[in-house]
């Protein structure tokens, strides 16, 4: 398939996501995961339309933007390495897996202007997901007070692995309230305007239960074994 077919599929579904809610779809940004496909790939979707690029590995984000540029707005997506920071932090807009303070001790340091990060709430519970654990969401953001290159720009969570719908609604839903519970401090550092939930899987559910980013890798862009 197409991205541009892909994107205009995924485009209605966020439509009818929107309309069944009342939201408006141009609060929803759609990044797409483009870590199982090539660069020629990555590079159809920025011809389709698509302005944000998701990354979940520094060698991939790197080898993406050697060859694609720094013009799209370039998302981190996956676990971040205290010493893979350095190599990735002048061509990334957001990095949506902020988890623990030394991370964000080092990305502190070596920015010299804000950089927009996202907390990752585990908020499904499974043992195998990083993200901190919804109560201890507060806390952390007090503590982040003291690096004035964090901007704590939102929250971002998965849903865990199941067909029931309502246990992955719920699961955003606790991340919603999380947000209300941020913004209710009006903390100038942390505005947390954003919440990055949905994949491939469940972003509908995602956009109905008021996610601003959608990470969609399979259903856009495709996975290596569909791309060649
Ligand atoms: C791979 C990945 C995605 C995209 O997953 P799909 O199911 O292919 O859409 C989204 N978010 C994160 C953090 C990922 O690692």
Same mark, same amino acid.
């Given at each position: ?5 892909? #994107? ?59 060859? #694609? ?15 893979? *920071? ?16 030394? #991370? ?16 990752? *709430? ?38 865990? #692995? ?19 519970? *941020? ?23 995602? *956009? ?21």
């Amino acid at each position: 398939m197409k991205v541009r077919e892909n #994107l205009e599929v995924i485009q209605n579904q966020i439509a009818d996501a929107c309309k069944k809610t009342g939201r408006n779809p141009e609060e929803i940004k759609i990044i797409a995961v483009t870590k199982y496909v090539s660069p020629e790939r990555a590079q159809e979707a920025i011809e389709a339309g698509v302005t944000h690029l998701g990354e979940n590995r520094d060698e991939g984000l790197l080898h993406k933007i050697g060859q #694609l540029g720094d013009k799209p707005v370039w998302h981190f997506i996956g676990t971040l390495q205290t010493r893979k *920071v350095k190599s990735i932090i002048e061509h990334v807009t957001y990095i949506h897996s902020l988890d623990r303070l030394s #991370l964000a001790k080092e990305i502190n340091k070596r920015s010299d202007s804000k950089v927009r990060c996202l907390i990752q *709430v585990n908020a499904s519970g499974e043992e195998s997901k990083h993200g901190l654990k919804p109560e201890d969401v507060i806390g952390f953001v007090q503590e982040l007070k003291q690096f004035s290159n964090i901007e704590i720009s939102g929250l971002m969570a998965m849903a865990p #692995l199941t067909e029931d719908e309502q246990v992955i609604r719920e699961c955003f839903r606790t991340v919603k309230r999380l947000q209300a519970e *941020v913004q209710s401090l009006m903390y100038d550092y942390a505005p947390c305007n954003e919440l990055s939930m949905g994949m491939s899987n469940d972003f509908q559910i995602a *956009v109905e239960e008021g996610s601003t980013m959608v990470r969609i890798g399979t259903a856009l862009v495709g996975n290596e074994s569909e791309v060649h």
